[in-house]
């Protein structure tokens, strides 16, 4: 086992011609391993299974970095295919518990629309059918279906976001992680963010993030020093960063059904979403001053959350972010020691 997975490692050079390559690349350690299943006994296919797996997953973070290094010409086209080969060990059974523990806490804490979303979507099924998922997706959105393998770092996320990529993650949490995730997994980006994509103010959203990035990125060509343009960059997208963290990732909303979530951090999270209405949480207006400044802590529950009252909200979010940007005072925002969210950017 391990003499054929070094030798795919050293053989992976040879397919990086062009996507589809990569992609019949990717999908060869199953073949390999499906073998060795068939032909050993218990204790060797478990072992096995697991070398499968780990392989596949080394694939799978070469897949994307490769394709983050192509055009958005070369990309077309590849999205749908790429989400079909990239979770090939879906459990439908802990899909189903996952979605189970948390059906009755949205009925309690999100807007009654968003049960809307994920029905209209397929997701309230005990079976997710990927390529139906998908299909309606890219029907309906404004987006392509892009499947990574977990967390993405912002300056990646935006730039996919540019070209109308909607990065998800193939992985699933597993039961001892059902309550809090660390990192984004297949529950926060596709019961978290993409049943919101139906409704147009979110769509926006994220479209002019995608958008005001690129300007971000043009600004900072221009300086003269790399010193000047790091600095820069930074303080940018840490203000980008905590606009989408009080947002999209852990926003409230009060309206007529009273206070709901709707932030993928919050609906992905039963321990979290709990906390955010049980708990004693100091929830404030949003105001894009305070929220640029604010630090945030990714590890554990948030004793600050910010509540808007209409979805619109995001959309005026941006262009008032925008115009912040346009007049420089994006270029002093205090980091708090969260370079970690910004590293690989250089």
């Not at 296919?45 to 070469?62: D, G, M, T, Y």
């Not at 968003?114 to 059918?129: I, N, P, T, V, W």
């Not at 529950?187 to 979110?202: A, C, R, T």
């Not at 060509?221 to 820069?232: D, E, F, N």
């Amino acid at each position: 086992i391990l003499k054929i997975a070094l030798k795919l490692r050293q053989s992976l050079s040879l397919f990086f011609q062009n996507s589809q390559s990569l992609q019949r690349a990717y999908s060869t350690p199953y073949s390999y391993y499906r073998i060795i299943l068939q032909k050993e006994n218990k204790e060797k296919q478990a072992l096995a299974r697991h070398k499968c797996i780990s392989i596949l997953e080394f694939f799978k973070n070469l897949l994307f970095v490769h394709l983050l290094s192509l055009s958005k010409n070369q990309r077309e086209g590849c999205s749908t295919d790429m989400a079909v080969v990239s979770t090939p060990f879906f459990n439908r059974n802990l899909w189903y518990r996952l979605l189970s523990s948390r059906f009755s806490l949205w009925k309690s804490y999100c807007p009654r629309f968003f049960l809307d979303y994920l029905e209209a979507f397929g997701l309230l099924s005990d079976f997710l059918d990927h390529q139906a998922v998908i299909k309606f997706f890219e029907l309906e959105t404004h987006f392509s279906y892009y499947p990574v393998s977990g967390f993405v770092a912002p300056h990646q996320y935006l730039s996919l976001l540019q070209d109308r990529y909607f990065p998800i993650a193939s992985v699933m949490r597993t039961l001892d992680k059902d309550n809090f995730s660390l990192t984004p997994d297949l529950i926060h980006d596709l019961l978290g963010h993409v049943p919101w994509l139906l409704h147009p103010s979110f769509s926006e959203f994220f479209i002019n993030m995608g958008r005001l990035f690129t300007k971000v990125i043009e600004k900072v060509q221009a300086l003269p020093s790399k010193k000047q343009r790091i600095q820069t960059l930074q303080s940018n997208l840490i203000a980008i960063v905590r606009c989408f963290w009080f947002t999209v990732e852990s926003g409230l909303i009060e309206n007529h059904e009273g206070r709901k979530a709707y932030g993928a951090v919050l609906i992905s999270s039963p321990q979290e979403l709990r906390h955010a209405f049980i708990d004693n949480v100091r929830v404030l207006p949003l105001e894009l001053d305070q929220i640029i400044r604010l630090p945030f802590n990714t590890s554990t529950p948030q004793e600050t959350l910010f509540s808007i009252r209409h979805f619109d909200e995001l959309v005026e979010l941006t262009s008032k972010l925008e115009w912040m940007l346009d007049q420089g005072l994006l270029e002093s925002i205090p980091l708090y020691n969260q370079e970690k969210y910004l590293s690989g950017f250089e």
